[in-house]
């Protein structure tokens, strides 16, 4: 006879496992059961988030290494930092997003299971997790340039507002954009030393990349938002959101573009890497035309599968950036 937690259904869902993880993540099966729900408010079961906050990083440290020509040993550490504090401070952002919003998750089907509404942890154990990772994030940013460090700090108010702003605001995802995108002007400055236009534009194309992947999301929880009375562009939108997603699908690819020529305007009779970084922006719009094509917001399954494929799409500006600056 099958031991009760040795059944089928016990190994596909294992116990406290949050609603909308990936099947057989290594949180749920692998990690030990104490770190468990301080690894689930972190998101470490869904690591969809660390990369959509990590590529703007990624994009602006090859753009800048495009921009001045120079590829030096301390740009293998600025890369390395960004995927570290990128794991770290998305940890201590969703904490902070769960302790901000336990009682609305507790409202809405998708969320009810995360760690806090579902009893796994205290909102005072997951205000000191939020912390600790801060504080290790901030180890990472102090190996950085004084620049780069001020600009760090500062991330934390977009970071600290993003919570509250689906209460005040149809738009809350502008706030997430501000918050997630920092990244960009981060790490174009941890490579050069000051702030220049070309990461300011970047972080512009990024914030209109952030309204179109998660307006997508944000589909998912629309009856229940009405219910609670959460506001979001994906209600705003309703039956437009696909005339609102095209618009922000060639936005965000459009100033991606804009980015690109401003940082390769000094390139001069080598136009190689110019034409090479322009295929950036071009891969990005194909692979959001390609979710255009599959996007029903009738399908939660679909929607989720379309979001999370928003790492492809993130990866194909970088992979020519940097075959830009190589080059």
């Given at each position: 006879?099958?031991?009760?937690?040795?059944?089928?259904?016990?190994?596909?869902?294992?116990?406290?496992?949050?609603?909308?993880?990936?099947?057989?993540?290594?949180?749920?099966?692998?990690?030990?059961?104490?770190?468990?729900?301080?690894?689930?408010?972190?998101?470490?079961?869904?690591?969809?988030?660390?990369?959509?906050?990590?590529?703007?990083?990624?994009?602006?440290?090859?753009?800048?290494?495009?921009?001045?020509?120079?590829?030096?040993?301390?740009?293998?550490?600025?890369?390395?930092?960004?995927?570290?504090?990128?794991?770290?401070?998305?940890?201590?952002?969703?904490?902070?997003?769960?302790?901000?919003?336990?009682?609305?998750?507790?409202?809405?089907?998708?969320?009810?299971?995360?760690?806090?509404?579902?009893?796994?942890?205290?909102?005072?154990?997951?205000?000191?997790?939020?912390?600790?990772?801060?504080?290790?994030?901030?180890?990472?940013?102090?190996?950085?340039?004084?620049?780069?460090?001020?600009?760090?700090?500062?991330?934390?108010?977009?970071?600290?507002?993003?919570?509250?702003?689906?209460?005040?605001?149809?738009?809350?995802?502008?706030?997430?954009?501000?918050?997630?995108?920092?990244?960009?002007?981060?790490?174009?400055?941890?490579?050069?030393?000051?702030?220049?236009?070309?990461?300011?534009?970047?972080?512009?194309?990024?914030?209109?990349?952030?309204?179109?992947?998660?307006?997508?999301?944000?589909?998912?929880?629309?009856?229940?938002?009405?219910?609670?009375?959460?506001?979001?562009?994906?209600?705003?939108?309703?039956?437009?959101?696909?005339?609102?997603?095209?618009?922000?699908?060639?936005?965000?690819?459009l100033i991606m573009a804009l980015a690109v020529l401003a940082a390769t305007?000094?390139?001069?009779?080598?136009?190689?890497?110019?034409?090479?970084?322009?295929?950036?922006?071009?891969?990005?719009?194909?692979?959001?035309?390609?979710?255009?094509?599959?996007?029903?917001?009738?399908?939660?399954?679909?929607?989720?599968?379309?979001?999370?494929?928003?790492?492809?799409?993130?990866?194909?500006?970088?992979?020519?950036?940097?075959?830009?600056?190589?080059?």
């Open positions: 006879m099958t031991a009760p937690d040795q059944t089928p259904e016990a190994k596909t869902h294992p116990k406290g496992q949050v609603s909308d993880a990936v099947r057989g993540n290594w949180v749920d099966f692998m990690a030990p059961a104490t770190t468990r729900p301080y690894l689930r408010l972190s998101r470490a079961d869904r690591p969809i988030g660390t990369w959509l906050l990590l590529l703007p990083c990624w994009w602006g440290l090859a753009l800048a290494m495009l921009y001045d020509g120079q590829a030096r040993l301390f740009d293998l550490w600025i890369f390395a930092g960004c995927a570290l504090g990128a794991f770290l401070m998305r940890g201590a952002g969703c904490t902070w997003n769960d302790i901000t919003d336990r009682d609305i998750d507790g409202a809405v089907a998708r969320t009810r299971s995360r760690p806090i509404p579902s009893g796994q942890v205290s909102a005072k154990q997951a205000a000191g997790w939020m912390i600790a990772q801060a504080l290790v994030a901030f180890c990472i940013l102090l190996t950085f340039n004084t620049a780069a460090i001020i600009l760090g700090i500062i991330a934390l108010v977009p970071v600290a507002i993003y919570p509250f702003a689906k209460r005040f605001t149809w738009w809350p995802q502008v706030f997430l954009g501000l918050a997630f995108n920092w990244g960009a002007l981060l790490a174009w400055t941890a490579h050069t030393g000051s702030l220049g236009w070309p990461a300011v534009i970047l972080y512009l194309a990024g914030i209109v990349w952030t309204l179109f992947y998660d307006t997508i999301y944000a589909h998912q929880d629309t009856e229940d938002d009405a219910l609670i009375g959460v506001k979001s562009t994906a209600r705003l939108f309703g039956e437009a959101s696909p005339v609102w997603l095209t618009a922000f699908m060639y936005g965000s690819a305007r000094g390139a001069g009779a080598d136009m190689l890497p110019s034409v090479i970084a322009m295929g950036g922006p071009l891969a990005f719009l194909a692979h959001m035309r390609w979710q255009m094509a599959r996007f029903d917001p009738a399908d939660m399954d679909g929607l989720l599968r379309l979001f999370r494929s928003n790492r492809d799409a993130g990866l194909l500006p970088l992979l020519f950036f940097a075959g830009a600056a190589l080059a």
